[in-house]
T-cell receptor
């Protein structure tokens, strides 16, 4: 079952606002990944984090690998309508089988123009 | 780089028939691929890990005789849903590990299966 707690489950914001979502776990992770999924499509990798404390940006997106290795957050600045979709965090837990990811429940983002 | 394709994107079949879904890594070799199932507005549920040249590893509760996986080459894995029933209708997504990296998965666009 799910071992990543992702919040919030959904967000309704106005265009231009900043967005923040996070994932936490009781387990230690070696890698954190953030994906975005559009309706009827597969997840697309947004940001990958490989080291505790790492802060990485990709355009208007910024993500951080928590220093305890048990959490990560994703920020989206100045949201635009095309940011709409489901955002998933995923992690590679220490000691798990080869490449097997654990997923968060997803955050459904709605952006009102 | 790191493009993964799936075929078909949508398939509708009659109950009792079998359906094959292909997952290809287009610009890299993938020793390991994964197959997921996703219900509407839910997260991805791992079904099995597909390893080139060996048997797939299935997650608990996934029937290996119903969901046949074949990873015959470094760029192709197939999932065959045998004797499909309406409850098998779902969105099936594959992913691939790029080369020797074990820490980053790239996903295909998914296949929508509808069983009548």
């Amino acid at each position: 079952g799910q071992q990543l707690n992702q919040s919030p489950q959904s967000m309704f914001i106005q265009e231009g606002e900043d967005v923040s979502m996070n994932c936490t776990s009781s387990s230690i992770f070696n890698t954190w990944l953030w994906y975005k999924q559009d309706p009827g499509e597969g997840p697309v990798l947004l940001i990958a984090l490989y080291k505790a404390g790492e802060l990485t940006s990709n355009g208007r997106l910024t993500a951080q690998f928590g220093i305890t290795r048990k959490d990560s957050f994703l920020n989206i600045s100045a949201s635009i309508p095309s940011d709409v979709g489901i955002y998933f965090c995923a992690g590679l837990r220490a000691g798990t089988s080869y490449g097997k990811l654990t997923f968060g429940q997803g955050t459904i983002l709605t952006v009102h123009p | 780089g790191a493009v993964v394709s799936q075929h078909p994107s949508r398939v509708i079949c009659k109950s009792g028939t079998s359906v094959k879904i292909e997952c290809r890594s287009l610009d890299f070799q993938a020793t390991t691929m994964f197959w997921y199932r996703q219900f509407p507005k839910k997260s991805l549920m791992l079904m099995a890990t597909s390893n080139e040249g060996s048997k797939a590893t299935y997650e608990q509760g996934v029937e290996k005789d119903k969901f046949l996986i074949n990873h015959a080459s470094l760029t192709l894995s197939t999932l065959t849903v045998t004797s499909a029933h309406p409850e098998d209708s779902s969105f099936y997504i594959c992913s691939a590990l790029q080369g020797a990296r074990t820490d980053t998965q790239y996903f295909g666009p998914g296949t929508r299966l509808t069983v009548l």
